[in-house]
């Protein structure tokens, strides 16, 4: 599959992001797997021709008692043979809640070394809303074996995130609303803000911020590409978005804390020696 | 199903207590598309991060935020029109 996905927005990553119009002229492509991961009551009543169904909760897992944790090895290893794939299957995900379940696969999917896999821009929301080529026919899938190769570097746990705090080098995106970054419960010390909800655009059709507005949101708050960038939420799917939106625009440097504040509050609350700002740490 | 104060005809029930982000939404949205434009949805959520998000995200979608009324301390009900 080349990397033209039919953009005309200069994105530095451009490949990861597929725009509409292109993919209703790829649809018939051999390599190409679009996978629905709404619920399935929505998938049934209509999908993009040759996708495959994906149940959001099948790809996460329970932790230490923390739920919608990245789903385990073997776990998205037969979740990826039931969809049929092989390292040269491009896999292009949507969902209908402005790209934050799709981005979670996405990141579980580069987590776990899945070569070429893309977002569908503006989703099923704005598939639905150009009137482009819809099915309830349910593709056929051939099983096959697929393996996992997990890339450490792309994931901080707790331990990574505590050794990590005071690191001058590393900064901390809490994609959360500001509401939530200021409440009783607080945020990682020395953490930045940007509401995740900040990339999209909702009128005419819902969307991408085009790469220079979406790179002076981020460089406006530090995070600039010479960083490593991690990115955090409540239970980890819309930081999984921010994620992919700084892969979108080259961050060469870019991991996601799984956990996120669910584990972290969690842990914190046992007695577990997690800092919390504003009540702790270096702010 | 928790009791509110009010006197709003609803036409949908969904109790979310217990279920965090991003789950609240998706259950809400689900819920809006398979019922007919101008009914009533009330989602009762344990959480606020979930009592201003899903409001916020239905706004996004264009429908009516008729209420978000506290309950108690840790519950809240949402009331939301489909447009």
């Known amino acids: ?283 | 199903m928790a009791e509110t104060k009010l006197d709003i005809k609803i036409d949908e029930e969904l109790d979310l207590r217990g279920e965090v982000c991003p789950y609240t939404f998706v259950k809400s949205k689900l819920a809006l598309e398979l019922m007919e434009v101008g009914q009533i949805l009330q989602v009762v959520v344990s959480n606020e991060e979930s009592a201003t998000n899903v409001p916020r995200s239905c706004l996004n979608e264009g429908h009516q935020v008729l209420a978000v009324e506290k309950l108690n301390d840790r519950e809240w009900a949402l009331v939301i029109q489909k447009q």
């Open chain 1, 1 to 283: 599959m080349s990397d033209a996905t039919g953009t005309d927005r200069p994105y530095p990553n451009p490949k990861l992001l597929v725009d509409p119009e292109w993919l209703e002229q790829h649809l018939k492509d051999a390599s190409l797997r679009m996978v629905d991961m709404r619920p399935y009551p929505l998938y049934e009543r209509g999908h993009l021709p040759g996708a495959v169904h994906l149940d959001f909760p099948r790809i996460q897992s329970v932790v230490d008692g923390v739920p919608e944790m990245v789903g385990r090895p073997e776990q998205i290893e037969a979740v990826l043979s039931g969809l049929g794939v092989t390292p040269e299957t491009t896999l292009v995900i949507y969902d209908n809640v402005y790209g934050q379940v799709a981005a979670r696969f996405f990141w579980t999917l580069e987590y776990y070394g899945y070569p070429d896999a893309r977002l569908l821009d503006g989703g099923w929301d704005r598939w639905a809303l150009e009137r482009r080529p819809v099915t309830r026919e349910e593709p056929q899938v051939t099983p096959t074996q697929y393996k996992v190769r997990p890339q450490e570097e792309l994931l901080a746990t707790h331990e990574w995130v505590l050794a990590h705090l005071k690191n001058p080098e590393v900064l901390f995106v809490d994609t959360r609303s500001t509401q939530e970054y200021h409440a009783p419960d607080g945020h990682l010390p020395g953490a930045v803000n940007v509401d995740w909800m900040e990339t999209l655009t909702f009128r005419p059709l819902p969307g991408m911020r085009p790469a220079v507005e979406l790179e002076a949101l981020y460089q406006g708050v530090g995070a600039t590409k010479d960083k490593e960038v991690v990115t955090y939420c409540q239970s980890g799917a819309r930081s999984s978005h921010t994620y992919f939106v700084l892969r979108l625009l080259g961050y060469p440097r870019v991991r996601h804390y799984d956990g996120s504040w669910l584990e972290w509050s969690l842990k914190a609350r046992r007695g577990q020696g997690l800092p919390i700002s504003p009540t702790e740490g270096k702010e």
